[in-house]
Antibody, heavy 125, light 107 residues
């Protein structure tokens, strides 16, 4: 079982860039059976998928955030990162990093099998 | 985007009750449906993947069924540690989407 741990500022000013890092332990980020994911949850609300990246560098983003998001991988440090630009109060949320595992069950299937504990990022002046 | 609709949004039940939560999708997703449990202040935890496969270490009182556009998570005998929120999530296509959640409370 992988362990993931988020880190980054707990507060960001409006219009600035939110930057978070997720360190992966218990396995290599270069494992081809995984993609590296960011998910967020505004206080008291549901879960929103932000995007994920494969070790190859191929990335997929939520269209609602695509113009502002970049996810990158640093294999040398076994970590991946999130940058969200031009933040507003609506971006206040707990941000989770997670591993999306791919496995063969009735064809290829995907699920988020390991999660970080989450980090609250508040956007305020 | 595939829209996910869970019902009910909340329910009250007693220890030992059988509980079912339904997830409907806006288009057919085969069996590409996962269920997560989230306790207050904690990260979600995978329970069921591919509609009906039990994640290792998850108690057998949890089960999943369904295919296409309608899915069900069932807890056969509710235990005190099961009071939490539950989310469905589709892995059929990008963007990945989640249901709005079902909060299971103590009656």
């Amino acid at each position: 079982q992988l362990q993931l741990q988020e880190s980054g500022p707990g507060q960001v000013k409006p219009s600035q860039t939110l930057s978070l890092t997720c360190v992966v332990s218990g396995g290599s980020i270069s494992n081809g059976g995984y993609s590296w994911t960011w998910i967020r949850q505004p206080p008291g609300q549901g879960l929103e998928w932000i995007g994920y990246i494969y070790q190859s560098g191929n990335s997929y983003y939520n269209p609602s955030l695509k113009s502002r998001v970049t996810i990158s991988v640093d294999s040398s440090k076994n970590q991946f990162s999130l940058k969200l630009r031009s933040v507003t109060a609506a971006d206040t949320a707990v941000y989770y990093c997670a591993s999306q595992r791919s496995t063969m069950v009735r064809g290829v299937t995907y699920y988020f099998d390991s999660w970080g504990q989450g980090t609250l990022v508040t956007v305020s002046p | 985007d595939i829209q996910m609709t869970q019902s009910p949004s909340s329910l009250s039940a007693s220890v030992g009750d059988r509980v079912s939560i339904t997830c409907r999708t806006s288009q057919s997703i085969g069996k590409h449906l996962n269920w997560y449990q989230q306790k207050l202040g904690k990260a979600p935890k995978i329970l069921i993947y591919a509609a009906s496969s039990l994640q290792s270490g998850v108690p057998s009182r949890f089960s999943g069924s369904g295919s296409g556009t309608e899915f069900t998570l069932t807890i056969s005998s509710l235990q005190p540690e099961d009071f939490a929120s539950y989310y469905c999530q589709q892995s059929h296509s990008v963007p990945r989407t989640f249901g709005q959640g079902t909060k299971v409370e103590i009656k």
